[in-house]
């Protein structure tokens, strides 16, 4: 099984070339949020091949990331559209009233304009919570159920690991659907509303599979 161990920052010209062919024979990795937070991890290409991943931990996997192995040989990362919750206002400071009382509560949050909000308009998504959901409608902030493929944002103080709207791909293709992310949430479903955030980063290689 082929391990790659190292995210190749540049790719060159002839290694875009490699990764645009790689793609036209799905040889590349469609993961969800949850998979590209771990550092370590097995999964199985779109063409069917099994693969493993053991990264120093250097941040989470975004989506277009580009891994190589000792051989040179080159892996792609993609983010997987998965089920979010997305969130808009009727006005901008309802909408920043809304990231607010999310961010309070360390939701990981991804901010975004470039799916189905048009150049004026802009959303948040975070994963499915009813909870969450429940207390954005009481602060008159509009909810619906979406697939997209889900980037949140990362830490501030994180060099080199900021969101990148827009997902355009080095290899030039596009798809419109971004961790199923396996928080533990206690929520006191009331107005302190509380979360423990459990993020295990294992260091055994875990199972991971592309289909579901």
């Given amino acids: ?87 808009t206002a009727d006005n901008d400071f309802l909408l920043m009233k809304g990231a607010y009382h999310l961010g309070n509560r360390h939701v990981p949050l991804m901010f975004d304009h470039s799916f189905d909000q048009g150049d004026g308009g802009y959303a948040l998504y975070f994963e499915n919570d009813h909870v969450l959901a429940q207390m954005l409608e009481n602060l008159g902030l509009h909810i619906e159920s979406t697939s997209v493929p889900f980037e949140p944002e990362t830490g501030a103080y994180q060099t080199g690991q900021g969101h990148a709207h827009g997902h355009s791909h080095s290899h030039a293709h596009s798809h419109s659907d971004s961790h199923s992310h396996k928080e533990s949430h206690d929520h006191s479903h009331d107005e302190s509303h509380s979360h423990g955030h459990s993020h295990s980063h294992h260091d055994a290689l875990v199972g991971r599979s592309n289909d579901g």
């Fill in 1 to 87: 099984m082929k391990i790659f161990n190292t995210r190749l920052s540049t790719p060159s010209d002839v290694q875009k070339t490699q990764l645009a062919e790689q793609y036209k024979a799905d040889d590349y990795l469609l993961l969800d949020f949850d998979t590209r937070q771990h550092s370590r991890f097995r999964a199985i290409t779109v063409s069917g091949e099994a693969v493993g991943v053991d990264l120093p931990r250097t941040g989470v996997l975004k989506g277009d990331d580009v891994l190589i192995n000792e051989s040179g040989e080159l892996m792609q990362v993609i983010a997987k559209p998965q089920a979010v919750t997305k969130v």
